[in-house]
């Protein structure tokens, strides 16, 4: 590496950091998660792993084995996929799909609601084609794994926004 293009490297270096750039990372900036242990109450639906994995990750939050260790607990209250038909061509054959994947959870800290319920919705589009129908459901189904991690990744960093739920006093009551 000759002089100039030291020089040229360090220059934009040093101008980059002067300006406050830096690298976001995998999960740009954290922010804590307002409780320090939870319990996924997600049983057998298949968002369960990917939830627990995205929580793992989190130095900030402990995973429980029982919910009454928890100060908070997770829970799936509905989870559904889709598949709907995008595009026909004109001999009436399907060219492509959409698949949705929708998730609402919903947290309780210390035995009260916390926060709204959380929903996630994600989408994908693939193309169909009758001569690789064994290939395209294995594309089907690596579609919807990738949109559980999408959503199981979306709701830890909701959680991290969430804001307990303040009941206001009726306006038209007297104190």
């Known amino acids: 590496m000759n002089r100039r293009t030291w020089l ?5 270096a040093l101008l980059l950091s002067a300006c406050g750039f830096h690298l976001r990372g995998v999960g740009g900036e954290v922010r804590p998660l307002p409780f ?7 049983g057998a639906t298949q968002l369960h792993p990917h939830l627990e994995r995205q929580l793992r990750f989190r130095p900030d939050v402990q ?3 029982q919910p009454q260790a928890a100060e908070a607990i997770l829970t799936v ?10 595009t026909i061509n004109r001999g009436g054959k399907v060219n492509e799909y959409e698949l949705t994947y929708r998730v609402t959870v919903r947290v309780t800290k210390n035995g009260v609601g916390y926060g709204e319920p959380i929903t996630v919705l994600t989408r ?3 193309s169909y084609t ?4 064994l290939g395209k ?10 949109m559980r991690e999408d959503a199981a990744t979306q709701i830890v960093r909701r959680l991290a926004a969430l804001k307990p739920v303040v009941e206001l006093p009726d306006a038209g009551k007297k104190p």
């Open 63 to 65: 995973m429980v084995s």
């Open 8 to 12: 040229g490297a360090a220059a934009a």
């Open 124 to 126: 994908r589009e693939f």
């Open 36 to 42: 320090s242990s939870v319990w996924l109450a997600t």
């Open 130 to 133: 009758d001569s690789q129908v």
């Open 137 to 146: 459901e294995q594309e089907e189904q690596l579609l919807f794994r990738d």
């Open 77 to 86: 209250t509905d989870e559904r996929t889709a598949k709907d038909i995008l």
